[in-house]
């Protein structure tokens, strides 16, 4: 059995910032992903605040994409509302934003390995035949469960929330629509952003009912089926690759907050607390459990992890909660509606009360 004293499981922008953060405070960690050079479905733009905390730890945003976001567009039935964001924003793939962290982590002298973690008790790590026992753990994994700390099946809810992804190929004309731009489509019991990433194409992620997905049918009869009732949406979609990927992802437990913690065990990211995709923070709170994880481990050991659990989820309840009630309204029969009443003012003020504090 091997021992470290502090182990991250996955190499997600939490694990790294956490990584980065430990290293740098002259902590030995070991970070241990499943997938050296995975595209994970989940978290595609980075915010303002997120890239604060990337320039915090030593990470250029240039290095990840060039071009910025500086206005959100969204649409509801014929309706459409834009707005300027707080500041500017980047889209960028999690294969360029993961490999770009994991190397400041590796240059930082955190330990890298490539693993799949099959169980977790306590703070020790099942790793194929072999274990890695630590003073503290780190859990990083998104939002895959590992087994011995998955999420309670209630988070998912009665009608649980899936995840679709999809690229469209670069072309001018793609460049032309979305350039400087993340567009929001919203529909019945579901909605879709969509933002140009650093190679010039456009990563199309949707939250969709279950409900949703099984009365289409499958993936691709629910695009079709999109495709007919929102036309701009349908514009869009008709540039992707029939024979393309949609990657997808079960149960998301959008709204969940992980409230109670234990010694050793610092729960990060999506494994602390899932916020719905719409407000565009989901980096931002895996970013910022990171760094405040690794700063509260630096201080007061394995011991502080409780406590510092307790305190992140409290510092998670606003975000969550306003964004909670912007995803009801954006999935509901209403939003068209909303939409229309809605001054783009407000799009600003639900930005900012859906950020994390600084």
């Not at 890239?51 to 206005?71: H, I, W």
């Not at 190397?103 to 930082?108: E, Y």
């Not at 567009?183 to 190679?199: C, K, S, V």
């Not at 459990?289 to 011991?303: E, I, K, N, Q, T």
Request: glycine share 10%.
């Amino acid at each position: 059995m091997r021992r470290t004293p502090a182990l991250i499981v996955g190499g997600g922008p939490a694990g790294s910032a956490a990584a980065i953060r430990l290293a740098r405070g002259g902590t030995a960690a070991v970070l241990v992903e499943r997938q050296d050079d995975a595209d994970a479905l989940c978290g595609g733009f980075l915010s303002w605040r997120s890239l604060d905390r990337l320039a915090a730890l030593g990470v250029d945003a240039d290095r990840l994409n060039r071009a910025r976001l500086t206005e959100v567009t969204l649409f509801a039935g014929d309706l459409i509302r834009e707005a300027r964001l707080p500041r500017p924003a980047l889209g960028v793939s999690r294969r360029r934003l993961d490999r770009v962290l994991r190397d400041a982590a590796d240059r930082a002298g955190a330990v890298i390995e490539t693993s799949h973690v099959r169980a977790i008790d306590g703070t020790t790590a099942q790793i194929g035949e072999m274990a890695i026992t630590a003073d503290a753990l780190f859990l990083a994994t998104g939002k895959h469960d590992v087994r011995g700390l998955a999420r309670p099946a209630t988070a998912r809810g009665s009608d649980p929330t899936l995840g679709l992804r999809l690229r469209l190929p670069a072309s001018p004309a793609l460049s032309r629509t979305l350039a400087g731009r993340i567009e929001l489509h919203l529909f019945d019991r579901g909605y879709a952003g969509i933002a140009l990433q650093e190679d010039g194409s456009a990563n199309v992620c949707m939250a969709v009912h279950r409900s949703r997905l099984h009365a289409a049918g499958s993936p691709a009869e629910l695009l079709a089926l999109l495709a007919q009732q929102s036309p701009r949406l349908g514009d869009r979609l008709a540039g992707r690759d029939p024979a393309g990927p949609i990657d997808a992802i079960a149960n998301v437990p959008y709204g969940w907050r992980q409230r109670h913690g234990s010694a050793g065990l610092f729960r990060l990211g999506d494994q602390a607390g899932v916020i719905p995709s719409l407000a565009g923070e989901g980096m931002g709170i895996a970013l910022a459990s990171g760094v405040s994880a690794a700063d509260a481990y630096l201080r007061g050991g394995p011991a502080a992890a409780a406590a510092w659990q307790r305190d992140f989820a409290r510092s998670l309840a606003r975000p969550m909660a306003v964004a909670g009630m912007v995803r009801r309204l954006a999935e509901s029969p209403c939003a068209a509606g909303v939409l229309r009443w809605l001054p783009p003012a407000l799009i600003q003020v639900v930005a900012h009360a859906t950020r994390m504090a600084p």
